[in-house]
């Protein structure tokens, strides 16, 4: 039997974009960034309430059909409690289907508000596993939750119904390691990109992809020099560059400057992981390229606080 939460119960839960992917690590590796959306849910007497501002403000839905209001639906039903009715503000800074995990953010944002609204039965794994099934893989949705990188993986049941199981551990990120994303004024949709995928690689690419993502983790947690070696990929960003040829060109140009640069996510936004700042020439082309530039630190966990009502 499902327990009532108390009207006027709220919390405010800040949660960190993400890049996925990490050049090798496809669906496996993610990156918390220091770019945050918000998100306000208080427990109403009645109905549904949603305000939005900033990204997607003019295209989100405000009914039930928003990916926030579903994922609280989903927390608060995995907690076992209900809510008369609710009203949610989102504030969003994260750039909406540009490959910084926006709807990652959204989906973790909901599932941590419904168990902060609950008590926090819910456990980091649980939580993990919630937002991440919107998704369909747990890189982006980790990511937020845990902050910092991840690795990630999907366990799924050799019967074909149940449904898969995602998993993710946290590691440390080194110090010196700081994101830049140059973030092309399009978007671009994970389905539609995925398209372009082969059903079938070599082993030789596979067995390329293996060891860079070795080399990424390495990279990551104690070897940054090796980030341009760990962030060469061989089985999605090749097949993706004729749909993304800005995205395509930009990474090449970077590469070939010695920078560890990649598609993150399904794209368009390039991202690039160093210890020092890029030439500001290059940035300066990027803009002039139209392609906005955000120097990101490496985020922390998504946060959340109790607020009063009516906040």
């Known amino acids: 039997m499902s327990t009532e939460l108390v009207v006027g119960t709220a919390v405010t839960v800040t949660v960190p974009a993400s890049s996925a992917n990490l050049g090798p690590g496809f669906d496996t ?68 289907s540009r490959g910084l995990g926006s709807s990652a953010a959204a989906s973790a944002a909901g599932v941590v508000a419904a168990n902060a609204l609950a008590g926090s039965p819910l456990s980091t794994e649980t939580v993990v596993q919630l937002a991440s099934a919107f998704e369909g893989h747990p890189d982006n949705a980790a990511a937020s939750v845990l902050g910092g990188g991840v690795v990630s993986w999907t366990d799924i049941p050799v019967d074909g119904r149940s449904k898969p199981t995602y998993r993710a551990v946290g590691i440390d990120v080194h110090p010196s390691i700081r994101a830049t994303a140059l973030v092309p004024d399009f978007h671009a949709s994970t389905n539609a990109v995925r398209k372009v995928l082969p059903e079938q690689v070599t082993h030789l690419d596979a067995r390329f992809n293996v060891s860079r993502v070795a080399v990424m983790t390495v990279a990551l947690q104690h070897h940054p020099e090796l ?27 970077l590469r070939n400057r010695g920078y560890a640069a990649y598609l993150s996510g399904a794209g368009p936004t390039i991202m690039v992981l160093s210890t020092e700042p890029i030439e500001k020439r ?15 630190d490496i985020a922390g966990p998504v946060s959340v606080e109790a607020t009063t009502s009516g906040h």
């Open 227 to 253: 980030l341009a070696e760990g962030t060469r990929d061989r089985l999605h960003q090749p097949y993706r560059a004729d749909v993304l040829p800005v995205t395509a060109e930009w990474v090449n140009r």
């Open 29 to 96: 590796l993610g990156l918390a960034l220091g770019m945050y959306d918000t998100v306000e849910v208080e427990v109403t007497s009645s109905g549904l309430g949603i305000e939005i501002f900033g990204e997607g403000a003019d295209d989100l839905p405000r009914d039930g059909s928003h990916l926030v209001v579903r994922a609280i639906h989903s927390g608060l039903q995995a907690a076992g409690v209900t809510a008369p009715g609710l009203k949610v503000t989102c504030t969003n800074t994260i750039p909406q």
């Open 282 to 296: 290059i940035l300066d082309q990027a803009r002039e390229d139209g392609l906005a530039v955000h120097e990101l």
